[in-house]
Each structure stands twice: as C-alpha cells, then as structure tokens.
C-alpha cells in the first residue's frame, strides 16, 4: 500500500500532462474570422487588406486552417519556424480545410489567386 502510495505522489509531481489549444481561422475572399474550435463560435473579424494575413502559432498550440474562397482560387502559405526555416506552399483555397501541427510556428496566408504562382 504504501509503494502505491509512493507511485501515485511520484507520478503526480514528475508527469506532466499537456493539452493542446487548438486556433481555428476561417478565410472566404477577403475576410478572415478567428474562431473556437470547441464551440466554433466566431471571436474575432477582420478583413484581409494586406499581401499577407500573419497567425501566430504558439507553443503545443495547433492550427485548423479553413479556406472557403467561393470560385477555384488558390492562396501562397508561407511557414516560419523559430529556427528561421521556412516553408512556401501554394494551396487550394476552395471550400479546403488544412491543420498544422505543434507550434511554436508563424503563418502567413495570401490573397487569394486564379493562378498556381
């Protein structure tokens, strides 16, 4: 009894347990709606007026990428890594849905294009 005891104190203090967040964006034209995975109730607007819309991923944070362009259209991802890695993918953007794993990582989405450029 007391070995289990002994475990059961040990194990708490020494494992940990993570949970992941999980940031969801959902882009159709030009606008751009952050949401909650869980609920999927939409927390934050705003329109796309830039190249480039910039997410920023954080640690053990997961991201649900939604592109819902209403024609064929494809958009230019750019993944930057902390170490300064980066990785350019062009994808497309009609009624997709893409996830990332794991952060600590940044994501820049373009606008919305008829050509693979």
């Known amino acids: 009894m007391k070995k289990l005891m002994l475990f059961s104190f ?3 203090l020494f494992i940990n347990s993570y949970s992941q967040d999980t940031i969801c964006s959902y ?3 030009e606008d751009v709606f952050e949401f909650d995975f ?3 109730e939409p927390f934050s607007y705003d329109l796309q007026t830039t ?3 910039t997410i920023e991923v954080g640690y053990r944070q997961v991201l649900c990428l939604d592109l819902s362009d209403e024609k064929k259209r494809y958009r230019k991802i750019i993944t930057t890594f902390p170490d300064g890695e980066k990785i350019t993918q062009i994808l497309n953007s009609q009624q997709e849905v893409y996830y990332w794993g794991f952060g600590p990582y940044t994501i820049q989405v373009g606008r919305p294009t008829i050509f693979k450029i």
Do not use: A, G, R, V
Request: charged fraction near 10%; glycine fraction near 0%.
């Open 10 to 12: 040990l194990s708490i």
């Open 27 to 29: 882009f159709t034209s």
């Open 38 to 40: 869980q609920t999927s």
């Open 51 to 53: 190249k480039f819309y």
